[in-house]
């Protein structure tokens, strides 16, 4: 691989957009492909069906063995609600390498003794959410409890297309987070993107075991095809 | 904490802006229950400092040994790891599965 090319790739995934190195194994002849690139290749249905499931692979194309390496943007995780849940969900996110930030306006509840080395935010999400510049390869985790805080949280998500979003409560909190949210304009289409209750059901009762469900139904969703996630 | 993708391959590019010897391995196919998914990546620099990881550390040792070898020649290789190999019982895996890993050097 050329210096130049490895340059290129840490720049791209700086910039968390994702890329794709097409190497040619008989011959070692090697190109990367750009996200904005991808659609006018000739090789565009293969580059799209690897980077659209995250996942490099050989294939073989006119008699060539090529190797499609994607290299995905680094996961986010953007938790609403520095509560008992957070603290355990941030470096449990972070052990499996998902870039933490914990939003709760609620400066008791974000200290830093509670939240030791993980980037936390003590401002309202129309504050806070703008400048984390959410995306796809972002999931997003509603917990704080409360509607003046998850609501307009949620909506952000909704409108930045989160590959996840969960919120904490039962169906009946739930049916009440709908109802609003309804009364904010916000599709049944896109209600139904929202996982609630959150996390998979693994009969979690403390805030460990929560934390463990919902990076499990994060992780289905990310891994999982699509047409089997949780 | 962990070496993610995006850590080692900066390093590799700092090595390699430095003026070292850099090769990378890629994981390009896997048969049965191989522990890293093809697209996994480990960077060796010339002293033999290794990040990231091909196997579950099983086969990790021999193939540094060949990067280096990549490093001097500049030859890219495919290297091939398994139960079925002769070299099993020193650098088989453990876990049954199969791996095939392209090593070339960063130049």
Redesign the interface.
């Given at each position: 691989m050329k210096l130049a090319t490895l340059s290129a790739i840490n720049t791209e995934r700086a910039a968390r957009r994702p890329v794709i190195v097409v190497t040619d194994i008989g011959n070692g002849e090697q190109r990367l492909v750009m996200a904005a690139d991808i659609a006018d290749d000739p090789l565009h249905s293969e580059l799209e069906r690897h980077l659209r499931m995250g996942k490099s692979g050989a294939i073989e194309v006119e008699g060539r063995n090529l190797f499609l390496n994607v290299y995905a943007p680094t996961a986010k995780l953007v938790i609403i609600g520095a509560v008992h849940i957070s603290q355990a969900l941030a470096p449990l996110a972070r052990s499996l390498g998902y870039d933490v930030t914990v939003v709760d306006p609620r400066s008791a509840f974000a200290s830093p003794e509670r939240f030791p080395d993980i980037r936390l935010i003590a401002e309202w999400p129309d504050v806070a959410l703008p400048p984390l510049n959410i995306d796809h390869y972002t999931a997003f985790v509603v917990v704080a409890h409360d509607p003046k805080i998850d609501d307009p949280a949620l909506l952000h998500a909704l409108e930045h297309d989160c590959f996840y979003i969960g919120a904490l409560g039962s169906r009946k909190t739930h049916g009440q987070r709908t109802l609003r949210l309804k009364a904010q304009g916000i599709s049944c289409a896109d209600i139904e993107r929202i996982h609630a209750p959150i996390g998979l059901e693994i009969g979690a009762i403390s805030p460990s075991e929560i934390a463990v469900a919902i990076m499990a139904e994060i992780t289905a969703q990310l891994r999982l095809p699509k047409a089997s996630a949780a | 904490?962990?070496d993610?993708?995006?850590d080692l391959?900066?390093a590799?590019?700092n090595w390699?802006?430095a003026g070292k010897g850099v090769a990378?391995a890629?994981v390009?196919?896997t048969w049965g229950s191989a522990p890293r998914?093809?697209?996994s990546n480990l960077v060796v620099n010339g002293d033999g400092t290794f990040l990231g990881s091909v196997s579950g550390g099983c086969v990790e040792g021999a193939v540094v040994t060949e990067a280096l070898d990549v490093i001097s020649s500049g030859t890219?290789r495919?290297l091939e790891f398994g139960v079925a190999d002769e070299t099993a019982w020193t650098v088989g895996l453990s876990c049954g599965g199969r791996i095939r890993i392209?090593v070339?050097?960063?130049?």
């Open positions: - | 904490m962990l993610r993708d995006e391959l900066k590799a590019e390699g802006k990378l890629t390009i196919e998914p093809a697209g890219p495919m392209f070339e050097k960063v130049v």
